[in-house]
């Protein structure tokens, strides 16, 4: 994306009072296709997520109904399954249903996500944290067996609000948010709000551990 011109003149002309941007790497075995592209957006709404959930197919129990998909991503499933708690519990009551409902049974590695909508940007931090990390890694070590791997981290600068999870550039300092924390950005300025959403359950960090350093489950 660096290299991509049209990326460069998105970057340098957009205008909003919200945005996602979303670098990722694909997961293995989902294909690179514009359905399995970040964001997804649907009714209104803007998603992206850092993470994977294993597996796919057990989550699809968790959406009633289940509307037309776009792709075959764990990551659209994750935003359906947001949106229909959302809507049924209301906004901070829907983001804690869905983790609770992801981490019961399934294995997320992260349900980092932001989402963007109703005049609102959300970054969602729940991930497995650093458990299963080792004290020293390897240098030749993947950069996600690193500890600190899933942090999201916040900074204010020029009237504006930022919350990335890599690339922290050092000219101002960034915080670091909480795990099993949202933060609430109203778009265009205002309070930012931090909504307790719940961390992963013991068994969940469990399946989760084991997922991301012992292979298969």
Known sequence: AYEDPTYAEAIATIRSTGAILHLRWATPGIPVQPGNTHPFVRDGHAFAHNGSIWARHDMLGLIDPLPTLEG???????????????????????????????????????????????????????????????????????????????????RHVGGATIVASSGWAEDAPWE?????TALVLPAG?????????????????????????????
């Open 72 to 154: 075959d991503s764990d990551s659209e499933l994750y935003l359906l399954a947001l949106l229909q708690r959302v809507r049924a519990h209301g906004f901070d009551d829907g983001l804690r249903a869905t983790i609770t409902d992801l981490t019961a049974e399934l294995t997320p590695s992260s349900l980092n996500a932001l989402l963007l909508g109703d005049g609102v940007l959300t970054a969602l931090c729940c991930n497995v944290g650093d458990a299963g990390c080792p004290a020293d890694a390897r240098p030749d070590a993947p950069p996600e067996d690193l500890p600190g791997y899933y942090d999201l981290r916040v």
């Open 176 to 180: 670091r948010v909480e795990n099993g």
């Open 189 to 217: 300025g205002g309070t930012t709000r931090s909504l307790p959403i719940g961390r992963y359950p013991e068994a969940a960090e469990s399946r989760a551990t084991k997922k991301r350093f012992g292979g298969e489950l």
